[in-house]
């Protein structure tokens, strides 16, 4: 089955400065790749998501790049706030034989020091 | 449009009793999971369902979890007898469907603690 390993587990950055998180993934069938960010006490909530046919997609400050050849993909967080600090959990998903397979990441704990 | 709700949000039981987790998710998302955290962990698939059937439940410990979805819309999971291993959230997220794979809408979850 899929495997996701997802680097750091613990990101601490002052503010303004950039965080990068990096996922890898083993399954080559995966085609979706989103971003969540879970508050304390609350559901993982999407950020950005990639699909297989896109190498970049970016909205303000956040930033998503995949590897296809490489197996691997990072979120980007630029110009970072306080209210950036949550955890991040990537996922790999795909769609395939009338359901979609989904396997996350552990998650990054992303602390922003004012 | 009204999130994926989830009841109630938290519970407290002793190993050996029996609760359950309702999910009610957006209206005309046809696959529901149900997904189970563990404190500093990533969700886990239980199980998935595409309307009212069951499409993966490969990870869900079937001796004491068991999981419904009566019509296709509302969902139950269940687990008879707890164990302290048990103390976890219980995710619910929905996603429209097929055929490309797409958006997942989480609930807020429901904490159990099991002593």
């Known amino acids: 089955g899929e495997n996701v390993e997802q680097h750091p587990s613990t990101l601490s950055v002052q503010e303004g400065d950039s965080a990068v998180i990096k996922c890898t993934y083993s399954?080559?069938?995966?085609?979706?790749f989103p971003w969540y960010k879970q508050e304390l006490g609350k559901g993982p909530q999407l950020i950005i998501d990639?699909?297989?046919?896109?190498g970049e997609k970016k909205d303000q400050r956040i930033a998503v790049t995949l590897n296809k050849t490489a197996k691997h993909f990072s979120l980007h967080i630029t110009e970072t706030q306080p209210e950036d600090s949550a955890v991040y959990f990537c996922a790999a998903m795909r769609g395939s034989g009338g359901y979609q397979k989904v396997t996350f990441g552990t998650g990054t704990k992303l602390q922003v020091i004012p | 449009e009204a999130g994926v709700a989830q009841s109630p949000r938290y519970k407290i039981i002793e190993k050996r009793q029996s609760v359950a987790f309702w999910c009610n998710p957006i209206s005309g998302h046809a696959t529901l999971y149900w997904y189970q955290q563990i404190l500093g962990q990533g969700p886990k698939l239980l199980i998935q369902f595409q309307n009212n059937g069951v499409v993966d439940d490969s990870q869900l410990p079937k001796d004491r979890f068991s999981a419904e979805r009566l019509k296709g819309v509302d969902s139950t999971l269940k687990i008879q007898p707890a164990k302290l291993e048990d103390s976890a959230v219980y995710l619910c997220?929905?996603?429209?469907?097929?055929?490309?794979?797409?958006?997942?809408?989480f609930g807020p979850g429901t904490r159990l603690t099991v002593t």
């Open positions: 990639i699909r297989s046919n896109v």
């Open positions: 997220a929905s996603t429209f469907g097929q055929p490309l794979a797409a958006e997942q809408y």
């Open positions: 399954d080559s069938a995966s085609n979706y």
